[in-house]
């Protein structure tokens, strides 16, 4: 069978048809096919993700926040805009664009609304810097810890041996009931004792796996002091921000409000007639 062409000097042309495949053939595609696992690397899965995607310039309009106590989720952030173009039901590049719009200012307003719920949840400045402060005193407890272990001939009063003892029963080998039993007014031979006996029984005599085993807590609630820090500082700043412009959040609220129902109305009323808009009902923002 030949298909019949007209060259450009205006000659009739003959070439094959295009063979059709056999059976043979799809079988062997199905099964190469079903080899195939999909992308393995980050980098690739994140390439597939865009394999749907058309031109992606719409979904460039919702860009995530990532830093700060109100980060988002970005993959969250792309399935929300997923879903909501998918409800809208754009289909020429007009209604992509206004929908696309639509879905940046509802995004818009469900942010402002996180943060007006957190700058009104009363946290206090104590409140959040409680926690770094807890971590930064276990820190100090147990470098006194180490150095009690390191130097055993020096003089301690009985509430530092009390606390450097404390913080070597937090291993998880340790018997808790033995620490418990101790009474408080216990006089500080006893404690020497009850630590050589703590190291002896879990650490087998060696003093340096116990300050190693210390200074690894140490640097853990070094660590979670710190991030703590970042984080009450990140939060102090936000509330500064919430508390001094919040007439401005309320007001600006009212004014997403208002331009989302128009941007939806002129998309509605776009797709109905099929039609452009002239965008002369909708504010700027």
Same mark, same amino acid.
């Given at each position: 069978?030949?298909?019949?062409? *007209?060259?450009?000097?205006?000659? /009739? ?9 056999? /059976? ?31 031109? !992606?310039?719409?979904?460039?309009? *919702? ?9 988002? /989720? ?14 809208? !039901? ?34 206090? +400045? ?19 810890a180490s150095r009690i272990i390191e130097h055993p001939d020096e003089e301690y009063s009985t509430e530092d041996l009390g606390w450097g003892i404390g913080m070597v029963f937090n291993h998880p080998d340790t018997d808790d009931s033995v ?6 007014? =216990? ?12 190291? +002896?029984?879990?650490?087998?005599? /060696? ?28 939060? +102090? ?13 309320? =007001? ?10 128009? +941007?939806?109305?002129?998309?509605? =009323?776009?797709?109905?007639?099929? =039609?452009?808009?002239? !965008? ?6």
């Amino acid at each position: 069978m030949t298909v019949k062409e *007209v060259s450009p000097g205006g000659e /009739d042309e003959r070439r094959p048809a295009k063979r059709a495949i056999t /059976d043979r053939q799809k079988r062997a595609r199905r099964e190469n096919g079903a080899k195939s696992k999909g992308p393995v690397t980050e980098e690739g899965k994140a390439r597939s993700r865009e394999n749907a995607t058309k031109h !992606g310039g719409y979904r460039k309009l *919702v860009t995530p926040i990532t830093r700060g106590p109100l980060r988002e /989720d970005p993959d969250e952030l792309s399935a929300f805009y997923t879903m909501m173009l998918e409800s809208l !039901g754009a289909e020429t590049p007009l209604e992509q664009a206004l929908a696309g719009e639509v879905v940046r200012l509802l995004w818009r307003k469900l942010r402002l609304g996180h943060w007006e719920a957190y700058a009104l949840s009363g946290l206090s +400045a104590d409140a959040e810097d409680a926690q770094p402060r807890h971590h930064r005193f276990l820190a100090t407890m147990y470098e006194l810890a180490s150095r009690i272990i390191e130097h055993p001939d020096e003089e301690y009063s009985t509430e530092d041996l009390g606390w450097g003892i404390g913080m070597v029963f937090n291993h998880p080998d340790t018997d808790d009931s033995v620490w418990e039993a101790v009474p408080d007014d =216990a006089p500080p031979e006893a404690l020497r004792a009850l630590l050589e006996r703590v190291i +002896a029984e879990v650490w087998g005599g /060696d003093r340096k796996a116990v300050t190693a085993w210390l200074e690894t807590q140490r640097q853990k609630v070094d660590q979670s002091a710190t991030i703590g820090d970042e984080l009450a500082r990140e939060n +102090a700043a936000l509330k500064t921000v919430s508390s001094e412009f919040m007439p401005r959040l309320i =007001a600006a609220e009212a004014h997403d409000d208002r331009t989302f129902q128009r +941007a939806l109305d002129r998309y509605y =009323a776009v797709k109905a007639r099929g =039609a452009p808009s002239t !965008g002369d009902d909708v504010a700027d923002e």
